[in-house]
């Protein structure tokens, strides 16, 4: 019989707290351990709503209280959430795509220390598809994301552009480049680009167009994709959380991604 694994959380936004939730009813193989976020009060007072309470504990004491860590922090804070993990050989499950590029030594770490390291699908679709193109040749990724203007403010990249992005009545195309600048210029809203392009080519060769959109009320990426093996397109219009930046969906792959660790059967690469 597997033993079950305690799950820790570090981030109660959106994510973490309806990862939370589920956990504290029940996921096999899995129970939640312990919180941590940045306003304890505030993880208090979740914590004593959940249908099995747990404890808030400190950045620094939480990472012996679990066998998993489910990460769900800002990128600022990635490397105090992820490297005690890492260097512990424990599971690591990484919402801060972007933020693992830039603390990509410890991948490398990881290697040596037994650790695992997951970037569930999140906001993003197809990236079983990706892969499985990518045991091939895959020649091309090209991304396009289309965002309301209330999922783009206060990205580093449109920084003294906010009245003009409140004032849009048109798409405006915001960025063009590659998977790794794009995580440079917009950590809290382009994790899904990062995936792509780790799922795929690389960060560098993956290509990315962002547009704002007043029209839109959804977060809508479309990946397009040449490869030996198949010509692919695919489509997501994510229903935000109440976080605009934040899909509904994407706390749910990581509690799909929990289910399908202990599952018997296992659907999709």
């Known amino acids: 019989m597997t033993q079950t694994q305690r799950v820790g959380i570090v981030g109660l936004g959106p994510i973490g707290r309806a990862v939370a939730d589920a956990l504290s009813v029940g996921i096999p193989g899995y129970t939640l351990s312990a919180i941590c976020a940045r306003r304890p009060d505030r993880a208090a007072e979740f914590a004593r709503s959940l249908a099995t309470p747990v404890p808030v504990l400190d950045l620094d004491r939480i990472h012996d209280r679990c066998d998993v860590l489910v990460e769900c922090a800002p990128a600022a804070v990635f490397d105090a959430v992820a490297r005690p993990m890492v260097e512990a ?13 830039d603390n990509w030594g410890l991948v490398e770490l990881a290697e040596r220390t037994g650790a695992s390291i997951t970037v569930p699908s999140g906001a993003i679709v197809g990236l079983d598809a990706l892969q499985a193109a990518a045991q091939g040749e895959v020649t091309e990724v090209r991304m396009t994301t289309r965002k309301p203007v209330g999922g783009l403010l206060g990205a580093p990249h449109l920084r003294g552009r906010e009245d003009e992005l409140r004032a849009l009545t048109e798409p405006l195309l915001l960025f063009e480049g590659s998977a790794r600048e794009a995580a440079t210029g917009f950590p809290a809203n382009l994790n899904v680009a990062v995936a792509v392009s780790l799922a795929g080519i690389g960060p560098d060769r993956t290509r990315l167009a962002v547009w704002a959109d007043p029209a839109l009320t959804r977060n809508t990426h479309r990946i397009d994709v040449t490869s030996d093996s ?6 997501i219009q994510n229903i935000p959380s109440e976080n605009p930046k934040t899909g509904r969906i994407t706390a749910l792959s990581v509690l799909a991604h929990l289910r399908k660790s202990t599952a018997t059967l296992r659907i999709g690469t």
């Open 89 to 101: 050989g424990k599971g690591l499950v990484v919402l801060s795509a972007g933020a693992l590029l």
């Open 230 to 235: 198949a010509e692919m397109s695919m489509t």
